[in-house]
């Protein structure tokens, strides 16, 4: 293996004595827990799993009392029962009415998930060249599984307690390795289809890019109806955890895109790892979800990084976004730039939490964070608290935060060109929001998120 990153596993130690002490703190949760590891693996994985399930077990569901959750509150998850899905994937895997958007940059190299397990049916993995593996876990040889045990669970923030209760869980996975100096040019779409009623799915994906190899990524969390189903308003629960490895003098681009059902519940965690002289770049979308939340942490490992994070966040009615991310940037030279925008109507709430970390020997580190925010409704609601965090003493660093509504001179001016008030109202927020959208690498994937918010008639009615 060539990435020289130091694991930092869930610790196994003092698991005896925590649990003997501290078992089962928080019953729904032990509930959800005895629910996703009904399923038993083997080896090294089960052993994997069963570290992560004693580390759930003397934790509990995150509260408002807790700093990092005040403005999203999970009561509403609290009250609900889920089931196990491991009973409903057989239909489900066959059921005609699953729809996902085909990418033709990426018709060969697509990974289907439904409910958290493998379709083959649905995936399409073919014409990609050597020294690339894109395959589910199950699928891979004894080596390679070997492989992908030196970094699976492995990431900073393992122990975060719905980290820990995805990796208790796990029986399969995404895995995406390429190898040394390989540069991909065909996008790899990683597709995860959740929506039957009242279950929990629990998707895992591990992306290595050792050093001086080059990537492009689509991760797509959806419904399993297609947005314009009437029956795809079903209370399901998404738990998804990513882990992207980045090498000396790697390159990853990333796409994540969450639109689940109205009803739905998406909790997701993306944790990335960058060796010395890497590049990542993120674009992370939130459209759907009744509750979403995405956690995006960034561990520099070496020095003279680049790191850019796009974010946009577009909700309505009374839906809840949050997202916090986290960028530790511990050694020199490094450079991050993020810009995160949200677009908020009806009587949505959008929280931003976004953490730079530069210590002492992170000198000559040069980072930017922006937040900006669009509110298209007098009860539309944000929350945003861009940080820096910097002890170094020779670093360029900026951050900001903007609330705005949209302007009515801008509106009265499209209107004098002949545009009547709601096509002016949605000129103005596809331009807000395609600064964003345009600069995803995969140009089909731009037309449909463009076309997609042209077509969000709520968001232009106040």
Known sequence: ?????????????????????????DDYLTGLLNQVTATKAEGWLQELRQSAANWVRHSTIPTTGEEEWRFTDLS??????????????????????LQFDILPEAANSRLVFVNGV???????????????????????????????????????????????????????AAVVWVKKNVVVETPIHLVFISGERATISQPRCLVVAEGGSQVRLVEEYTNRRGAES????GVYFTNAVTEVWVGDN??????????????????GKTAIAQSRDSRYTSHAITLGGKLSRHNLEILQTGEQ????LNGLTIISGKQLADTHSAIALNYPHGTSKQLHKCIVGDRAHAVFNGKVLVPKPAQLTDAAQLNRNLLLSSKARVDTKPQLEITADNVKCAHGAT??????????????RGIDENDARKLLINAFAAEIINQIPVPSLREILLNTVNNLKSLTND
Not at 230 to 233: H, Q, V, Y
């Open 76 to 97: 509403s998850l609290r009250k609900l029962q889920f089931n196990d899905v491991e009973t409903l994937h057989a239909t489900s895997l066959h059921a005609t009415s």
């Open 118 to 172: 493998f379709a083959p049916e649905l995936s399409a993995v073919s014409d990609l060249p050597s020294g690339i593996v894109v395959s589910n876990l199950a699928g891979l040889s004894a080596v390679e599984q070997e492989g992908v045990r030196q970094y699976l669970a492995h990431a900073e923030g393992a122990q975060e307690v719905f980290t820990a209760l995805n990796t208790a869980g796990i029986t399969d």
């Open 1 to 25: 293996m060539s990435i020289q990153v130091s694991p930092s596993p869930i610790p196994n130690s003092n698991l005896v004595s925590l649990t003997s002490t501290l078992l089962d703190r």
């Open 305 to 308: 990084t680049e790191t850019t």
């Open 403 to 416: 609330v705005s509504q949209l302007e009515d001179d801008e509106i009265f001016y499209l209107q004098s």
């Open 230 to 233: 009437a029956e795809n308003e």
């Open 250 to 267: 790697a390159e990853v681009s990333h796409t994540r895109v969450e639109w689940e059902g109205g009803e739905a519940f998406h909790i």
